[in-house]
């Protein structure tokens, strides 16, 4: 399975459908971040912080299935879409990506992208991500499984690709299939 821009901008479709057309707009409109612009800067205007996005991407290899190709160009697609319309979240993704890359070189004395994908998946398990609460103003582990892994996995499952390797990609009783239309939220078995 190959993820594109294009399901990144249909995952962005959910997270900006309140500030209305963004994610559109980013189709076309905008370059593709460029490797060695300064974050902020009015050269990198509409450009993903290539730091934050080398762990995201890595953090994505090892989240994401086996099967899954193409992590670069999705989150850096879904990543610069947030950071247009919600600049304080990025901002907390910038800072949550930070802190686990200095992590990474401490206990490991290297950067976390370049960490083996096991070693990825440990460091983050040791760190309790995967049993905390997303708290976006808690303690490091916190604030990773809101900013880093609960980010990345809804644009994950939330784009068509993703959507389509769980089941949801056109959930029953929503617009899209004739019969799944007209079958109707009931048709749901819940088990």
Do not use: I
Not at 159 to 172: F, H, I, K, M, Q
């Amino acid at each position: 399975m190959r993820l594109s821009r294009r399901d990144a901008l249909a995952a962005l479709a959910g997270v900006t459908a309140a500030g209305g057309g963004v994610a559109v707009g980013a189709l076309g409109t905008r370059d593709a971040p460029v490797a060695g612009r300064a974050a902020g800067t009015d050269e990198d205007e509409g450009r993903t912080d290539d730091e934050a996005l080398s762990v995201l991407v890595a953090a994505a290899e090892v989240l994401y299935p086996s099967a899954v190709e193409g992590h670069r160009a999705f989150v850096e697609t879904y990543v610069d879409g947030r950071r247009r319309r919600d600049p304080d979240h990025y901002a907390g993704v910038v800072s949550a990506a930070a802190e686990l890359d200095a992590v990474a070189r401490d206990w490991h004395a290297a950067a976390f992208e370049r960490l083996a994908p096991e070693t990825r998946d440990r460091l983050l398990r040791d760190l309790g991500v995967d049993v905390a609460d997303p708290d976006p103003g808690g303690n490091l582990s916190d604030r990773l499984r809101f900013f880093v892994v609960n980010d990345l996995l809804y644009a994950f499952y939330t784009s068509p690709a993703g959507g389509r390797l769980v089941g949801t990609e056109n959930p029953t009783g929503y617009p899209g299939g004739l019969s799944s239309y007209q079958r109707g939220p009931e048709a749901v078995d819940d088990g």
